[in-house]
């Protein structure tokens, strides 16, 4: 079964500012797909970057950018120039798509990120 | 509307009681998934469906039950509620093909309350 680790439970960062927030998995799949989802106040799930594992290039959308380092099980998602709407809980999430894995996710407990101005 | 919608939003129910949480998307996505949110354990995967009539466990699926007879809509039932059941529940769906597949769309989320 795969895990995923979040050890940030809260982190804060100044408007404009650039922050890092930290997710570790374990598996033993190859074949896989990591995720960020951002959930606001509203509560509604967002999607805010994926990343295939067999692509060795790092995912870029916007400002928000991964960190994926394979050998270490390590997928970092950096925020550049951080905005008020970005206050969040912020998810990391695995899944595998190979084997029957019924495309799953396996979620991180989160980051409560808080933007202040 | 379209997209993945979810009811009733909130809802407030006795223990014992039986609960249904609705779920509904009109993409025609073959996977359909129900999570619950709980603080310090993120989402939790309680049951899924790969297609209409195909149905299997998650993580946390005692106390719960999923039908799925078309493939737009997939109801999680509560059959007698329990306080341990308060949770905010997601439903998810995502498909295998195109562009955005193994993407999850989630709903809205259903706020249940069991006093």
């Known amino acids: 079964a795969q895990t995923v680790t979040q050890s940030q439970p809260e982190m804060s960062v100044q408007e404009a500012e650039t922050v890092t927030l930290s997710c570790t998995y374990d598996?033993?799949?190859?074949?896989?797909?990591l995720f960020w989802y951002k959930q606001p106040p509203s509560r509604q799930m967002i999607l805010v970057i994926r990343?295939?594992?067999?692509?060795?290039q790092n995912a870029t959308e916007n400002r928000f950018s991964v960190n994926f380092q394979k050998a270490a099980k390590s997928f970092s998602l950096k925020i550049s120039d951080s905005q008020l709407g970005d206050t969040a809980m912020y998810f990391c999430?695995?899944?595998?798509?190979?084997?029957?894995?019924?495309?799953?996710?396996?979620f991180g407990k989160g980051t409560l990120l808080t933007v202040n101005p | 509307d379209a997209g993945i919608t979810q009811s009733p939003r909130y809802k407030i129910t006795e223990t014992g009681r039986q609960v249904t949480l609705m779920c509904h998307q009109t993409?025609?996505?073959?996977?359909m998934f129900w999570y619950r949110q709980d603080l310090g354990h993120g989402l939790r995967l309680i049951y899924y469906s790969a297609a209409a009539d195909i149905t299997d466990k998650g993580e946390v699926p005692d106390g719960y039950v999923v039908s799925r007879s078309k493939t737009e809509n997939f109801p999680l039932t509560l059959e007698s509620a329990t306080r341990s059941q308060t949770s905010v529940y997601f439903c998810?769906?995502?498909?295998?093909?195109?562009?955005?597949?193994?993407?999850?769309?989630f709903g809205p989320g259903t706020r249940l309350t069991v006093t």
């Open positions: 999430a695995f899944m595998k798509y190979s084997g029957g894995s019924n495309y799953k996710l396996t």
């Open positions: 598996t033993s799949e190859n074949n896989y797909y």
């Open positions: 998810a769906s995502t498909t295998v093909q195109g562009a955005v597949r193994y993407e999850q769309y």
């Open positions: 993409w025609s996505h073959s996977y």
């Open positions: 990343q295939e594992a067999y692509k060795q």
